[in-house]
């Protein structure tokens, strides 16, 4: 069926980080979700990493925005122009998505219209068809897990703007929790903790440099530290504090907290047998915050299930998307 579009892409269209898969050709693009524009005339004047850059240190007239909120989209034209930025950059200005087939993760549970939103922004865009697809079943799909058996797999996605938890078995969900504490959640946490304590006021991309350098979630790992500089919310002035990975343990530990309570309240509205099933094949962890240092140790101390991350959890949602076409019925 597909043979008939000239391309086939995947796009894992996240609230952090959007991934582009071409069939053929693998992962094209991950880039964040980040858009810049005028606030008076909305020129678009970056997007992606040169948008991120951007976010502290722009005028007041320039607005650095994440055009989705939860996994969906919360402003269309920005959204727009940032897949055509994007596919600008993949293919060059001429060519578009014409002809193609383009395949979009969404999280669980949206609705009908915001699943026909997301297609159309595409359909508008030049592409001849877009569908979209659950993200834990993509993510399934991307790790190679065999979905079409009769036999229960536990995908635990870790986004940027929503963790989803989703029992998969004969190529269908069978039960799922989406919830929106999710990566950039915990930067905020970070933001609002650095302020509370040590009364310095740090920006997003600081708060996420933390998170990813000395953020911990075992108890017991090796004590790292961080210079960070920023604001004094006191005087206004310049100042640096360091930061060690203990600090940052008791936020990361209240995060692993709500995602093993998401994964026992999937587990209640799971069939006994399929329960059986995940304490067998173990639950699969992917999305960024998959890459958080001993989430899978933590969340396996918790349920007693074994926990494994997907070789390439960033990009593994993307890459089932647009896998997804053999599995069409």
């Given amino acids: 069926m597909f043979k008939r579009f000239e391309k086939v892409y995947g796009i894992d269209l996240g609230t952090s980080n959007t991934v582009i898969f071409e069939r053929g050709r693998g992962v094209v693009l991950n880039e964040p979700s980040v858009v810049a524009y005028r606030e008076n005339s ?7 990493a040169e948008a ?12 650095i925005d994440y055009p989705l909120r939860n996994g969906v989209i919360a402003n269309f034209d920005m959204t727009g122009s940032m ?11 001429s060519s578009l998505w014409r002809g193609s087939q383009v395949y979009i993760s ?9 699943k026909r939103a997301v297609e159309e922004t595409i359909v508008h865009k030049g592409a001849r068809k877009a569908s979209v697809v659950e993200e834990p ?12 058996e009769p036999l229960g797999h536990l995908v635990l996605n870790i986004g940027g703007g929503t963790c989803q938890v989703a029992i998969l078995s004969l190529g269908g969900i ?16 970070i933001m609002d903790y650095v302020k509370r304590k040590h009364n310095l006021e740090i920006g997003e991309r600081t708060a996420e440099d933390v998170k990813i ?9 090796e004590e790292r530290s961080l210079e960070i500089r920023g604001r004094d919310a006191i005087d206004g002035m310049p100042r640096s504090v360091r930061l060690v990975s203990g600090e940052i343990h008791a936020l990361v530990e209240d995060f692993a907290e709500t995602l093993v309570d998401a994964i026992r309240s999937t587990m209640e509205q799971c069939p006994p047998e399929l329960a059986g099933d995940v304490v067998e094949q173990g639950i699969l962890l992917c999305g960024g915050g998959a890459l958080l240092e001993g989430i899978d140790q933590r969340i396996r101390e918790e349920t007693g299930i074994p ?11 993307a890459i089932g998307t647009g896998q997804l076409y053999p599995y069409e019925k």
């Fill in 106 to 114: 969404v999280p669980c549970g949206i609705t009908n219209v915001q």
């Fill in 213 to 221: 350098r000395i953020g911990t979630a075992a108890p017991d790992g």
């Fill in 174 to 189: 069978v039960a799922s929790h989406t919830m929106r504490r999710a990566s950039m959640s915990l930067d905020r946490d």
């Fill in 307 to 317: 926990v494994y991350v997907a070789d390439r959890p960033l990009e593994c949602t």
């Fill in 137 to 148: 079943l993509a993510a399934a799909i991307g790790a190679g897990l065999p979905i079409h």
């Fill in 52 to 63: 991120q850059a951007m976010i502290g240190r722009a005028p007041p007239q320039v607005t």
């Fill in 83 to 93: 897949l055509k930025h994007f596919m600008n950059k993949i293919q060059g200005r």
């Fill in 42 to 48: 909305g020129e678009v004047l970056a997007v992606g």
